[in-house]
């Protein structure tokens, strides 16, 4: 009877491993994921720098290549930006405009 004590704090040890190696695996994504919205971030800068566009007018772009639609994996790389913390102000602007562009236009033109 004397071990069920020692037994117990072996399983909490044993789930406090596994829920740390979760969390470790966890936050290798979270790096991964993080890394891949650096890169997203420089390729947007260096995109719209090399057409030589202000965020405005690469947001109307953006906005003519969707057709009014959205697209939502482009919105929701822009919203994970926003979250990011990452991007300059330029981003940050794009992204505002680009949300009150999509909350001022019509709802349908056909």
């Known amino acids: 009877m004397s071990d069920e ?22 936050n290798d994504a979270m790096f991964r994921e993080l890394e ?35 697209d939502v994996q ?7 930006l926003e979250l990011s913390a990452m991007h300059s102000k330029g981003i940050t602007l794009f992204i505002q405009k680009w949300y009150k562009h999509l909350a001022t236009r019509p709802a349908s033109t056909s």
């Open 5 to 26: 004590p020692q037994d117990m704090d072996k399983e909490r040890v044993l789930i406090a491993d596994m829920c740390f190696g979760e969390l470790l695996e966890f």
């Open 74 to 80: 482009i919105l929701g790389a822009y919203e994970r």
């Open 36 to 70: 891949e919205l650096q890169k997203f971030v420089e390729d947007f800068k260096n995109r719209r720098q090399h057409m030589n566009l202000t965020v405005e007018q690469m947001a109307q772009k953006l906005a003519a290549f969707t057709n009014g639609h959205v």
